[in-house]
């Protein structure tokens, strides 16, 4: 189990942080996950907040956004960086913006597998399992204003 100053999460400068935060996605989502890596890019990526967690070198372990339409998404984490606390920051970050952006309701695309992370920080599942990217997802939605 990591320590609690063995990694900081804060906001990215896309300027800055395009580059290492690409190599994450592409690590977790295009060669772990096999996620086409056509889907994988968006042009929205330099309008969305994002939050980078970094080891106490300065690498960055973990990503997370938060779009203009107020979803949470491209939530990875580096497998040897798991469990150790590095999601939920990242997502209490990008809730913690979504908060200060005065945004009401939060959306995201869950895979099945990590339903129950999100649940308990909030999220509560809705619809039916959809693929995504030939993963399985639920949509899920937290409700800021209560």
Do not use: N
């Not at 990242?90 to 099945?112: D, E, P």
């Amino acid at each position: 189990m990591a320590e609690a100053d063995s990694f900081s999460v804060s906001v990215a400068d896309w300027q800055r942080d395009e580059t290492d935060i690409a190599q994450i996605r592409r690590r977790v989502f295009i060669e772990e996950q096999a996620v086409p890596e056509a889907m994988e890019w968006e042009a929205r990526d330099a309008e969305c907040d994002w939050f980078v967690a970094r080891d106490a070198g300065g690498a960055i372990v973990g990503i997370a956004r938060l779009t203009p339409d107020a979803h949470i998404g491209r939530m990875a984490v580096l497998p040897d960086w798991r469990r150790r606390g590095v999601g939920s920051a990242l997502l209490q970050a990008a809730l913690a913006r979504a908060r200060q952006k005065g945004l009401a309701r939060i959306g995201l695309h869950a895979q099945v597998h990590a339903l129950g992370f999100y649940a308990r920080l909030g999220f509560a599942a809705q619809g039916p399992e959809f693929d995504e990217a030939g993963i399985p997802h639920r949509e899920m939605f937290l409700d800021l204003t209560e």
